[in-house]
């Protein structure tokens, strides 16, 4: 299983950073303003995947086993994504997590290239605006990780009916 799970998260690394690599020389000829939303956006979905990641390390099982005793539609697979929590976490915290640094990071290069790529003190702005995005990164995930341990059981149930609307089972 374990040989089997990293292949997989191999091929789906390589998948997702191709796409986002295709997405971000996409967005390098757009707008300065559209660069900086799709960089706070990029950098959200990161910390949203860390705060799942740590809620299905850290959730109760007795508490989702109850919902799906009472056939509460979502918790069968809330149960699947607890029961999985090691490769689960690995997902959304290593690749999606780390995925997301990597473009946030590349997409901030083609800001600071685009909006000071003629100033002296491009060094000086490259540091300071990477300092602001790293920092706004960390200290949200940092924050994520505080509220996925305090309602980790809530939040799982609710990947987990949101994922059972998407899922063949539907339940």
């Known amino acids: 299983m374990e040989k089997n799970w990293t292949i997989k998260v191999f091929f789906i690394t390589f998948i997702l950073a191709l796409l986002f690599s295709f997405i971000t020389n996409f967005l390098g000829s757009f707008n300065n303003i559209i660069l900086i939303i799709c960089i706070l956006l990029i950098v959200f979905i990161g910390i949203i995947f860390d705060l799942i990641g740590v809620s299905v390390l850290s959730c109760n099982k007795k508490t989702l ?3 799906a005793s009472q056939k509460i539609k979502g918790a069968k697979m809330a149960i699947r994504l607890a029961n999985n929590a090691s490769s689960v976490s690995s997902f959304c915290n290593d690749v999606v997590g780390d995925v997301c640094g990597i473009i946030s990071g590349c997409l901030v290069a083609i800001l600071i290239i685009n909006l000071f790529s003629n100033s002296e003190n491009l060094t000086i702005i490259n540091v300071l605006i ?16 505080k509220i996925a341990i305090k309602n980790c059981d809530k939040i799982v149930f609710n990947v987990g009916y949101l994922l059972s609307i998407f899922s063949k089972d539907n339940k």
């Open 130 to 145: 990477t300092c602001v995005i790293s920092s706004l990164t960390v200290g949200g995930k940092a924050i994520g990780k």
């Open 65 to 67: 086993h109850s919902k």
